[in-house]
């Protein structure tokens, strides 16, 4: 098996380096320590590259260089700390751009507490509740770096964070619809409580079926990828057998299209009345 070789052409800080791939595009690679004592044109061992950025592939990327030539190594490794605690805790792969608009996010965070600037993160309640798992990884990113820093970065940052995570975690979903997802996903649980009158039990099991569902229902939605049958007659069933269910279905369609202006397959309604049927139940 060939093997790369990669020299340092620039130094950015302790954990990153400009370098070029075998096809003489310009790559950062990152790992702990990769920059730390190295001289321009040294080579670079392969067991201290944990990640390769290629430039041409990151938009923006020179703004992202010029933030990070300005920012102190601290920046650098706890975001490479925590991202790595984070795809390991979540079980998941990130876009390689998470990297670069979490440490642009962190910077500026750090840079409002020490101006005294706060923030409050209005969807706190419903990314806590919606991506539990995201936000106790957040969590978790929020005490390290204020245990490393020694501040003391509000609650809502985690929030923040874990938004950060939730959209690195798609290829095609972009911030302004993960923000747009969480709305979608409050108003939806408020239909269905305003039609039963009923609170949902945000603890049980089928709540949590729910909100999966929904979850990967508005990312087939942005992705222009609904379920689709040629066969209605389960769906002619359910809702002859559940009209209560299927009243607020329908209710929630015609929010969905009019906040996203799209059409709603009857297949993707059917698992919708079958997911309200469990949950008011």
């Known amino acids: 098996m060939l093997m790369i070789t990669f020299r340092v052409d620039k130094i950015l800080n302790n954990s990153l380096v400009l370098s070029k791939n075998s096809d003489n595009n310009e790559v950062i690679l990152m790992g702990k320590g990769i920059g730390f004592n190295a001289k321009v044109g040294d080579d670079i061992s392969s067991d201290l590259i944990e990640k390769c950025f290629v430039l041409q592939q990151i938009t923006g990327i020179q703004g992202y260089l010029k933030l990070i030539e300005s920012l102190p190594d601290d920046y650098i490794e706890l975001t490479r700390s925590l991202l790595d605690y984070a795809s390991k805790t979540l079980n998941t792969n990130f876009r390689e751009t998470l990297f670069f608009t979490l440490l642009d996010h962190l910077s500026y965070a750090i840079e409002r507490y020490y101006s005294g600037v706060i923030i409050q993160n209005r969807l706190l309640h419903e990314v806590k509740s919606f991506y539990p798992n995201e936000f106790k990884v957040a969590e978790y990113g929020i005490t390290y770096i204020n245990e490393q820093l020694n501040i003391a970065l509000p609650e809502e940052e985690a929030g923040n964070i874990a938004f950060h995570l939730v959209n690195g975690q798609s290829h095609q979903q ?108």
């Open 174 to 281: 972009t911030m302004q619809n993960t923000l747009l997802s969480v709305k979608i996903l409050k108003d939806i649980f408020n239909i269905i409580q305003f039609n039963f009158a009923i609170e949902i039990n945000k603890q049980s099991l089928n709540y949590s079926r729910f909100l999966t569902h929904m979850q990967f229902f508005i990312q087939r939605i942005f992705e222009q990828q609904q379920l689709h049958s040629d066969n209605d007659f389960i769906f002619r069933q359910v809702i002859e057998q559940y009209p209560d269910e299927f009243k607020c279905a329908h209710a929630i369609k015609k929010y969905l299209i009019n906040q996203l202006n799209i059409t709603i397959s009857n297949e993707e309604i059917l698992y919708l009345i079958l997911h309200i049927i469990r949950i008011v139940h």
